[in-house]
């Protein structure tokens, strides 16, 4: 036996290796599979710099890996050609990928290579997986290090005597360093030898060289670094014009440049909204007949608490929104705008084939017709217009198929179809019309639809419903949001392009002190404006206020180019093209701010409090914190948050558990409230402050303080639309329910009364004890089943026992007074509550009992031996209480009890047998 036991525990300690083992490298495994991955900090390419006398390149960005890609075992660097390249990278830190690019040992840089174009490849030690390939622009920069050289060893001379040269001799001497980076004034030192070798003084010859005039504009900065959320930044804040008009035999009359930020190659073009949200709607001036008809649905709240999101994720297999009749309560007609915002991927082959519906209009029953439908299908958009039974009965265009790339490149595009006639469909991607072909789009011609008796339609996105069958099919499978419907008009070009504007664009802010003569000209997406001055100063100073702002919150990281194109407009109608100047905007990624949430993690409360409202959480701190190079910067002041929420584990108890709030500081606020079974919900954008001081002052309530001893609950926050969330912090309340104890049934007081004044006596508590007092049931009444429980009575049930003990302590009473004028009275004694003795004795010499067989009690209840027998006589208070309890049930279960038993029998429950007695006159039932 002992041998199987340890055979066990050593299979079990197998087992248990074994999944250790597969828990840490299920824990390794995960990040192996991922390829190395350089990181560029938003950058396109890395770009280095070295003097030609140094051996190490500047690089930025640092170079570096995304976390938890490595570790690395090299770096490998080569170029486009076959030659070999100079550089060689320093693995600093296998984990991060940091190294340092350096020069070859033995190489030698010189500026007549100024720049190389270098390719860089991570590589992993322990698979030799290799991330992608990426770029690195090292440029040569130039220094002093080569002496002047003349052309020859030696030169000769011949002048003839007596005659003055202008010039006797033309030396020339080079180096071999590029540019001149140096003086461009010359100091020379002259002395004259005459034949006899005889010295001159010395003269001091100074030669300034010209610069010859370069137009164009200085003092561009090749890059300009904008972090997210810093407002604007000036994109040429030392900008000089010399347009060399002079050379150019020009009187200047104006200048001017045209300055435009390229966004093209950006993932999303430039930095706007994904979809069109209702704030857009009425800053652009949308018709109010438009419908939403996406809008916060249920189906669509998410499972913390129901917070609302915009966009609507379809998974091509079950999910669609059916439009209630109520918000469209008619068929679509041939006048329309229909606007939307879609994010589509190619998918696989099935998936390219098969229609993915948008909106559809079907027959509600017996039928599958489409009346009018919105799809995608082989990575086309698709527009079905099927004209109604009372139409014209001719063969006109009933579809149409745009072949676009935006529909499949799996980014977000808004889509809006501008539908006047069946002759005149227009549509507009991203605000701007598409240019229609005559292959572009595809036109197909049907007939009407035929005249049926059900007329009743049924519409619905992200799926089409069949009637015949009653289920839905051609399901779509990607993301919708900003679905609006807008029947019998057309909305507006210049609406559709005011809601899809950049975020992105340059900004003058200057008008206000433009001067006559100077002018600041806006295109209609900001991408591109235009300055003119009346001189090149002026210019210069107009260029220095341009600025950049993007206020998408994040901004795509990455870099913009800009270019300014300048031209001069002479006097004479000439016009002078200035060389143009070009830099870049690099937007960097922005660290994700954190919020922290913290306070007292334990509260304690008691039942009173709870009743009256215990405060959830008295002293609770959010913070808002955000990495910006590498310095923890607080931002709580000016940071919003979306919602809060507070969570109770487990759920509450609606009739029992319920909240209150500040109302006032809820209404002074753009904050909801709202609390359901999980708990409670704060929503809307307001400061970090403001959602502390409601948090703060929300309290707990339980009408039943003592159904829980402690209550669990967390908090959580969110901003930036739902991207942030804070840390969970878990509250435990604990409530301090006090203890309520009962006295024993044996320890009922006596006090030292006569008879007649017994009931008075024993008070109110001393006769409650007495109805407590559990005393055993009758076997007769057990054996039959009618066993009532033992306990306390109460409700109505105690109200008649009250009546029953007062009427039978009434007749005791009697009783005594009758037998105090037949016999003396025994001696009183003072009955103590610790040592019952000397209770009222009855004189019982000579006294037989009889009891009645009927009321034998059961052997595990009141034990008759001689051991108990002085105690049983000495209680007076007991016995009343027995017999008062056995009359009570007696009583009141006469009939029901023993049928068999008359009540005249019944209430003859003990009698004393007086047949010997020789000193009472008279017997009694008690």
């Known amino acids: 036996m002992r041998s199987e036991k340890l055979h066990e525990v050593k299979n079990l300690r197998v087992v248990l290796q074994i999944l250790f083992g597969a828990y840490f490298a299920s824990a390794v495994i995960p990040h192996r599979h991922r390829v190395p991955i350089i990181d560029l900090g938003g950058a396109d390419e890395l770009v280095g710099s070295v003097r ?10 640092k170079l570096s890996i995304v976390h938890e890609t490595g570790p690395l075992c090299r770096y490998e660097l080569t170029n486009e050609g076959s030659e070999d390249v100079p550089f060689m990278v320093e693995l600093n830190d296998e984990k991060d990928g940091s190294g340092t690019v350096r020069i070859k040992d033995g190489v030698h840089l010189d500026c007549s290579n100024p720049q190389y174009l270098l390719n860089l490849v991570a590589v992993r030690c322990d698979d030799e997986a290799r991330s992608e390939s990426v770029r690195m622009r090292i440029s040569v920069k130039d220094t002093n290090d080569h002496i002047p050289e003349f052309s020859r060893p030696w030169y000769t001379f011949n002048v003839n ?65 904008y972090m997210p959320e810093s407002g604007s930044v000036r994109i040429a804040p030392n900008a000089h014009v010399f347009t060399c008009s002079e050379a150019q035999a020009c009187i200047l009359e104006s200048v001017k440049s045209v300055l435009t930020l390229q966004t093209d190659h950006l993932t999303y073009g430039c930095d706007r909204d994904d979809f069109v949200p209702h704030m857009v709607q009425k800053k652009c001036g949308m018709d109010e007949a438009t419908i939403a008809l996406l809008s916060n649905m249920d189906d669509n709240k998410s499972v913390d608490n129901n917070v609302l999101v915009d966009k609507f994720v379809f998974d091509g297999h079950s999910r669609s929104v059916i439009i209630p009749e109520e918000k469209v309560d008619s068929v679509i007609p041939l006048k329309f705008t229909l606007t939307f915002s879609m994010k589509h991927a190619r998918g696989n082959k099935k998936d390219e084939s098969t229609k993915q519906t948008v909106l559809c209009e079907s027959d509600y029953t017996n039928m599958n017709r489409h009346h009018f439908a919105v799809y995608t299908r082989h ?41 006047a006639s069946v002759d005149m469909v227009d549509l507009y991607i991203d605000g701007r019309k598409f240019i229609t072909t005559k292959e572009n789009p595809e036109i197909l011609d049907d007939w009407p639809l035929h005249r049926t008796k059900d007329t009743k339609i049924r519409i619905v996105v992200g799926a089409c419903w069949h009637g015949r069958d009653h289920s839905m099919s051609q399901h779509f499978k ?57 001189t090149a100063e002026d210019l210069s100073l107009l260029l220095q206020r341009v600025t950049y702002v993007n ?41 994700e701010p954190v919020i922290s949430i913290s306070g007292l993690s334990v509260v304690n409360s008691d039942h009173h409090l709870v009743k009256t409202g215990a405060p959830m959480l008295p002293e609770i701190k959010i913070t808002v914190t955000q990495s910006v190079n590498g310095e923890q910067i607080e931002r709580t002041d000016v940071s919003e948050l979306d919602w809060c929420k507070v969570h109770l584990k487990p759920s509450r108890d609606m009739d029992l558990e319920y909240f209150s709030s500040p109302a006032s500081l809820i209404a002074a606020l753009r904050i909801d409230f709202e609390h359901d079974k999980q708990g ?81 006596r024993i008070g109110g508590n001393r006769l409650q004890n007495l109805l407590e007092m559990d005393f055993p049931r009758p076997k007769a009444l057990i054996s039959r089943g009618y066993d009532s429980g033992r306990g306390t009575v109460a409700g109505g049930v105690v109200t008649l026992m009250v009546v029953v003990c007062v009427g039978f302590l009434l007749i005791l009473l009697v009783i005594g007074i009758l037998k105090m004028r037949d016999t003396p009275l025994p001696s009183r004694r003072r009955r103590n509550r610790r040592n019952p003795e000397g209770a009222m004795e009855w004189d019982d010499s000579g006294m037989n009992i009889t009891v009645n067989p009927l009321e034998e009690v059961d052997k595990h209840g009141v034990d008759f031996s001689d ?60």
């Open 680 to 760: 409670i919900l704060l929503k809307g954008k307001e400061k970090v402050k403001g959602y502390r001081e409601i948090l703060s002052k929300i309290h707990y309530f339980n009408t039943r303080a003592d159904s829980y001893t402690r209550r669990i609950y967390t908090v959580q926050c969110s901003m930036n639309d739902g991207r942030i969330l804070s840390n969970e912090f878990l509250v435990t309340m604990n409530i301090d329910i006090p203890q309520t104890t009962q006295a024993p049934v044996t320890q009922i007081l006596d006090e030292e009364v006569q008879m007649e004044h017994a009931f008075d």
């Open 52 to 61: 030609e006398d140094r051996t190490i390149v500047n690089v930025v960005p």
């Open 379 to 419: 990575c086309k958009l698709e527009l079905l217009m099927r004209r109604e039974s009372n139409d014209e009965a001719s063969f006109r265009a009933a579809e149409w198929r745009w072949n676009i790339p935006e529909v499949c490149d799996n980014r977000w595009h808004s889509y809006s179809i501008l539908f």
């Open 551 to 591: 206020s998408k919150n994040p901004p795509t990281p990455g870099h913009r180019s800009f270019y300014i194109n300048t031209t001069v407009s002479c006097t004479d109608g000439k016009m002078l093209t200035l060389n143009p100047s070009k830099g870049y905007i690099l937007v960097q990624k922005e660290a």
């Open 161 to 225: 005597e007596g005659k003055i040269y202008n010039e006797l001799a033309r030396l020339q001497a080079t180096d071999k360093d590029c540019g001149h980076p140096y003086a461009k004034s010359y100091i020379l030192t002259i002395v004259a030898h005459d034949c006899g070798m005889r010295q001159s003084k010395s003269t001091l010859v100074t030669i300034n060289v010209r610069e010859a005039c370069v137009d164009g504009i200085r003092g561009i900065q090749e890059k300009v670094i």
């Open 478 to 534: 990607g993301s919708l949001a900003s679905v609006y419907y807008l029947p019998n008009k057309l909305e507006q070009p210049h609406i559709l392009q005011c809601a899809h504007q950049c975020k992105e664009k340059l900004e003058f802010s200057a008008i206000d002190q433009l001067v006559p003569g100077e002018n600041a000209i806006f295109s209609a997406d900001s991408s591109s404006f235009t300055l003119q001055a009346n």
């Open 867 to 926: 051991d108990d027998e002085e105690q049983e006589e000495e209680s007076s208070d007991g016995g009343e209480s027995f017999h008062d309890e056995g009359m009570t049930e007696d009583e009141e279960d006469a009939e029901n009890v023993l049928p068999h038993v008359d009540s005249e029998k019944q209430n003859r429950s003990l009698e004393w047998d007086d047949t010997t007695l020789t000193n009472v006159s008279r017997t009694y039932r008690v």
